[in-house]
């Protein structure tokens, strides 16, 4: 019970840190994400926050970049 | 010899399919400068009777579909299914295909080659493109998109110019890499999502071959 808390409390606080990491895309940009739709960054803010697919795709690329960037990959090609 | 033919799909229902269409037109111009056929099924001629019976009839050796995607289907025009796994993917057979879309290279890809094509290039998660809409009516100077875009470009053109297909791969991946790069100190906001797109650059099949063997 309360590993399973704990588990909760640090995909909270991930989706705090992939959240602020979004907030600093310029207002002037949008992304695509395929037949999905295109995105400012308030609305995948707002989809982060809700938990939804579209907001759990892009949790699992921001995680994935900075995984990459720890291990070194990302400058490494 | 008959002329070799090249078949493009260029949906054009939303944003991101309109900037593609709009950044494989200079494609469409050397190919036709290279002498190839060019069938070149733009806006709602990017449905699925267009692309069966073209590529039935023509038989093009190289086959570029701009669109959305998921891991078993090709989209065209509306979203309208062109190659879908399991249904059509026998059309496919015999050609060299890229397809710059969602996910298609997950599943379609590599059961396009099983089927018979000579190759599948494209992504095999989600294809991400920033771009910035105060450029939208002039898709072609939005600085951002070409980071994503550019790639693509090369590796289509490189195909036409009569590489083969590892040297297209390559040279567009090393592109994406340089262009990451470049975000890195230009454009951070982009950087994450050109980093994604370059890990899910998948190429499926044989890779020695150029338009020129088939």
């Known amino acids: ?77 | 010899m008959d002329k070799i033919a090249f078949l493009i799909t260029r949906p054009e229902h939303d944003e991101a399919t309109y900037y593609l269409s709009n950044w494989s037109e200079s494609s469409i111009k050397l190919a036709e400068l290279k002498g190839i056929n060019v069938i070149d099924l733009h806006l709602n001629k990017a449905n699925s009777k267009e692309v069966e019976s073209r590529l039935n009839k023509l038989s093009p050796g190289f086959v570029v579909f701009n669109g959305h995607g998921d891991e078993n289907t090709i989209f065209g025009h509306k979203d309208e299914p062109l190659i879908t796994l399991g249904k059509n993917e026998k059309l496919l057979a015999s050609k060299i295909v890229y397809s710059i879309s969602c996910s298609s290279a997950k599943n379609l890809g590599p059961e396009s080659v099983k089927a018979g094509a000579i190759n599948y290039t494209g992504y095999d998660k989600d294809f991400f493109l920033v771009f910035e809409p105060e450029k939208f009516s002039r898709p072609l100077e939005d600085k951002t998109a070409k980071l994503f875009l550019s790639p693509s470009v090369l590796f289509v053109d490189s195909i036409i110019k009569g590489n083969k297909i590892k040297e297209a791969f390559d040279k567009s991946k090393n592109l994406m890499k340089d262009n990451f790069r470049l975000s890195l100190s230009v454009d951070t906001d982009s950087s994450r999502f050109l980093w994604w797109n370059i890990q899910n650059f998948k190429s499926h099949g044989d890779v020695e071959p150029s338009i020129s063997h088939i």
């Open chain 1, 1 to 77: 019970m309360k590993e399973k808390f704990e588990n909760k409390e640090i995909e909270e606080e991930l989706k705090e840190i992939v959240i602020a990491r979004l907030n600093t895309i310029s207002p002037d940009k949008k992304i695509s994400i395929g037949s999905v739709g295109n995105f400012r960054k308030e609305e995948l803010i707002e989809r982060i926050k809700k938990n939804d697919e579209i907001g759990k795709k892009i949790v699992e690329l921001e995680l994935a970049f900075l995984r990459a960037q720890k291990e070194g990959l990302v400058y490494n090609g």
